[in-house]
Nanobody, 114 residues
Framework: QVQLVESGGGLVQPGGSLRLSCAAS??????????MGWYRQAPGKERELVAS???????WYLDSVKGRFTISRDNARNTVYLQMNSLKPEDTAVYSC??????WGQGTQGTVSS
């Protein structure tokens, strides 16, 4: 069993920043060995992978967020983060944490609007 709890969403103006956190727990995950990812789903659109980080720290980003978003992990806290800077209205979505391409958090809303 794996629990993923996201936090940090909210309403921000264009150009602003949000930092999302996802805390992992449960017997079904060895966090330090797990690939972690952040996905998002905007209204009327399919869910897409925004960023991922492997156990070894290799990162991948969606082209549209490169240079603005940073994914990181703290294995001591079993937590993965997504720092989102220079936010745009098109970044508005429900952001969900994923572990091992299998387990999902409940999601957190990020809204970029003036």
């Amino acid at each position: 069993q794996v629990q993923l709890v996201e936090s940090g969403g909210g309403l921000v103006q264009p150009g602003g920043s949000l930092r999302l956190s996802c805390a992992a727990s449960g017997s079904g995950i060895i966090f330090s060995s797990s690939v972690m990812g952040w996905y998002r789903q905007a209204p009327g659109k399919e869910r897409e992978l925004v960023a991922s980080i492997t156990a070894g720290g290799r990162m991948w980003y969606l082209d549209s967020v490169k240079g603005r978003f940073t994914i990181s992990r703290d294995n001591a806290r079993n937590t993965v983060y997504l720092q989102m800077n220079s936010l745009k209205p098109e970044d508005t979505a429900v952001y969900s944490c994923n572990a091992q391409y299998r387990d999902w958090g409940q999601g957190t809303q990020g809204t970029v609007s003036s």
